[in-house]
């Protein structure tokens, strides 16, 4: 059995003042057991302040997260705020930490943090929940493929830093107070752990297109559609305008490789010199996609259908849930429309629970044998319960 327990502040520049709230929401005197580890996320000044140093020094135990847009938990949310959460438990074990810069290579530095992991533990994880950064040199698709080769049939549950800048500088991930650059962020949850996973993305949004196929890529570069450039195949749907792909980081596409597995959403990001489409997670040569587009009548719907469903699943049990930035975006003014419908939908007397803005999510599917499937998912709000 795993206990949650949430915490958070907005006391952003005053790092005393701070601790004090966290210390006494958590009540960890009373409320902590033999096991634990935590998850921070937050607004990136947090970092900067030294509210983030300042909250870890005091915790008993390992704690890793990321920077993110809003968080919330019950109680409370916001833009400016930081939230602790703290996975804690008898019978189950915990081991977190962060690996090595990644900018050389993710072998060795992601190779060795797991290895580190694993000494640490009584027995295989039974899973992961992982925070990586905006890589310049790999995508987070790689960082998948790379973590699920080494841990086996195990699934990973995460999210990629993010921040309010352009380019992504602000964006981090977090070990024991300290910012890592370059880094990945591990927590393994090691026993008698059976967590259920569930998720909304846009296969169900407003569809612009019907199925076409990918019929040259590179990664997550987009380069041919039915055997035409890609910007000659927009353009047929009336989606260019002055010689560019319109629906930056709202245009989706909706990706089915045909390997049984869900569709997989990917977020158009923008247009290359030469024409390409710049995807936010690999666009696989040979998959059917269509267009989508979703509004915040859909956001909000989308996660009080998912909550509705997790619910029955998670009496007695907590909730881990991660949200694409772009979908907060789309709510424009009304930002808070998402976690209010979560909120109403969980009502006064649901399960523990704490979400946090990605810049894209990992979640794992499972294949037609039953084995997991991990993937680096974008414009989906996805739940682990646990």
Not at 175 to 201: H, Q, Y
Not at 206 to 215: E, N, P, Q, Y
Not at 337 to 340: D, H, K, L, S, T
């Given at each position: 059995?795993?206990?949650?327990?949430?915490?958070?502040?907005?006391?952003?520049?005053?790092?005393?003042?701070?601790?004090?709230?966290?210390?006494?929401?958590?009540?960890?005197?009373?409320?902590?057991?033999?096991?634990?580890?935590?998850?921070?996320?937050?607004?990136?000044?947090?970092?900067?302040?030294?509210?983030?140093?300042?909250?870890?020094?005091?915790?008993?135990?390992?704690?890793v997260?990321?920077?993110?847009?809003?968080?919330?938990?019950?109680?409370?949310?916001?833009l400016?705020?930081?939230?602790?959460t703290?996975?804690?438990?008898?019978?189950v074990?915990?081991?977190a930490?962060?690996?090595?810069?990644?900018?050389?290579?993710?072998?060795g530095?992601?190779?060795?943090?797991h290895?580190d992991?694993?000494?640490?533990?009584?027995?295989?994880?039974?899973?992961?929940?992982?925070?990586?950064?905006?890589?310049?040199?790999?995508?987070?698709?790689?960082?998948?493929?790379?973590?699920s080769?080494?841990?086996?049939?195990?699934?990973?549950?995460?999210?990629?830093?993010?921040?309010?800048?352009?380019?992504?500088?602000?964006?981090?991930?977090?070990?024991?107070?300290?910012?890592?650059?370059?880094?990945?962020?591990?927590?393994?949850?090691?026993?008698?752990?059976?967590?259920?996973?569930?998720?909304?993305?846009?296969?169900?949004a407003?569809?612009?297109?019907?199925?076409?196929?990918?019929?040259a890529?590179?990664?997550?570069l987009?380069?041919?559609?039915?055997?035409?450039?890609?910007?000659?195949?927009?353009?047929?749907?009336?989606?260019?305008?002055?010689?560019?792909?319109?629906?930056?980081?709202?245009?989706?596409?909706?990706?089915?490789?045909?390997?049984?597995?869900?569709?997989?959403?990917?977020?158009?990001?923008?247009?290359?010199?030469g024409?390409?489409?710049l995807?936010g997670?690999?666009?696989?040569?040979?998959?059917?996609?269509?267009?989508?587009?979703?509004?915040?009548?859909?956001?909000?719907?989308?996660?009080?259908?998912?909550?509705?469903?997790?619910?029955?699943?998670?009496?007695?049990?907590?909730?881990?849930?991660?949200?694409?930035?772009?979908?907060?975006w789309?709510?424009?003014?009304?930002?808070f429309?998402?976690?209010?419908s979560?909120?109403?939908a969980?009502?006064?007397k649901?399960?523990?629970?704490?979400?946090?803005?990605?810049?894209?999510e990992?979640?794992?599917?499972?294949?037609?044998?039953?084995?997991?499937?991990?993937?680096?998912?974008?414009?989906?709000?996805?739940?682990?319960?646990?």
């Open positions: 059995m795993i206990r949650m327990l949430t915490a958070f502040t907005e006391e952003i520049d005053d790092p005393a003042a701070a601790v004090a709230e966290i210390t006494e929401q958590l009540d960890l005197e009373h409320r902590l057991l033999r096991n634990a580890a935590g998850i921070i996320q937050c607004y990136p000044e947090f970092l900067e302040s030294g509210v983030v140093r300042a909250i870890c020094d005091v915790l008993p135990f390992d704690v997260g990321c920077t993110t847009l809003c968080t919330a938990v019950p109680g409370s949310a916001g400016f705020q930081l939230t602790l703290v996975l804690t438990s008898d019978d074990a915990f081991a930490g962060a690996s090595e810069s990644t900018a050389e290579s993710l072998d530095p992601v190779d060795g943090l290895a992991l694993l000494a640490t533990l009584p027995e295989k994880p039974s899973l992961y929940i992982l925070f990586h950064p905006h890589f310049s040199t790999y995508t987070s698709n790689e960082l998948v493929v790379k973590l080769s080494l841990a086996g049939n195990v699934p990973f549950f995460g999210m990629r830093a993010i921040d309010d800048t352009l380019d992504r500088t602000a964006a981090c991930i977090i070990c024991n107070g300290g910012r890592k650059e370059n880094s990945i962020a591990l927590l393994a949850v090691s026993g008698n752990v059976e967590p259920v996973f569930l998720m909304k993305n846009a296969a169900t407003s569809i612009l297109s019907d199925g076409a196929v990918i019929t890529a590179d990664g997550n987009l380069k041919a559609v039915n055997d035409m450039p890609a910007p000659e195949y927009f353009k047929g749907l009336g989606l260019v305008r002055d010689g560019e792909l319109q629906g930056k980081e709202a245009l989706t596409f909706v990706v089915d490789s045909s390997d049984g597995l869900p569709p997989i959403c990917r977020l158009y990001l923008d247009s290359t010199a024409g390409d489409i995807c997670g690999i666009m696989p040569v040979g998959a059917t996609f269509r267009c989508a587009t979703i509004d915040p009548a859909f956001v909000a719907a989308s996660t009080t259908e998912l909550v509705a469903e997790a619910l029955p699943l998670a009496r007695g049990k907590n909730i881990l849930l991660v949200s694409c930035a772009a979908r907060y789309t709510l424009g003014r009304n930002t429309a998402e976690i209010n979560m909120t109403r969980m009502g006064d649901g399960p523990p629970y704490s979400l946090a803005y990605s810049g894209g990992i979640y794992p599917l499972r294949d037609a044998a039953g084995r997991w499937t991990n993937q680096f998912h974008n414009i989906t709000l996805t739940m682990c319960i646990l």
